[in-house]
């Protein structure tokens, strides 16, 4: 009967919870103005501008699988992924944008992403931008 009691305490504070705690898991990170680190599995770990409220389940692909490293802060995402002839590649993301998400169906919501994503690059061309940028992050 006690097993019963924190079993229906458990169960009723877990509704509560938001989505976001249980997204895929809890293998979604939020990185700020609508980008997310979808890490599925080992395999498929990238990241989305999300579009849907909540746990993020549609978006605009950002950075390909497979995200090896990555940090950011609160204007940039910096990545190195892998693609699938084992090679690095570095990316950086400008976060400090808007995108009228409803009005997609008039704009090229897509092309405003895509616009502020750079790369890819390789490790100097990486080093050489973020230079450029002032971009005071490192890969984690």
């Known amino acids: ?22 997204c ?9 103005n609508n980008f997310r680190l979808i890490n599925e599995d080992i395999y498929n770990v990238y990241i989305l501008y999300c579009t849907s409220k909540g746990c993020c389940d549609t978006g605009f692909s950002v ?20 693609n699938k002839d084992r090679l690095d590649n570095y990316w950086i993301v400008n976060k400090d944008f808007e995108v009228d998400l ?3 169906d008039n704009i090229s919501c897509d092309s405003i992403i895509k616009s502020n994503i750079f790369g890819p690059f390789n490790r100097s061309e990486f080093k050489e931008k973020k230079s450029v940028l002032k971009i005071n992050i490192d890969l984690k």
């Not at 895929?24 to 700020?32: C, M, N, T």
């Open 24 to 32: 895929l898991g809890g293998k979604e990170k939020k990185l700020g």
């Open 1 to 22: 009967m006690k097993n019963i009691i924190y079993l229906f305490c458990f169960l009723f504070l877990l509704s509560f919870t938001s989505c976001d705690s249980f």
């Open 102 to 104: 409803s009005n997609c």
């Open 63 to 82: 950075i390909p699988s497979k995200i090896e490293k990555f940090n950011y802060n609160n204007k940039w995402i910096i990545a190195k992924s892998v």
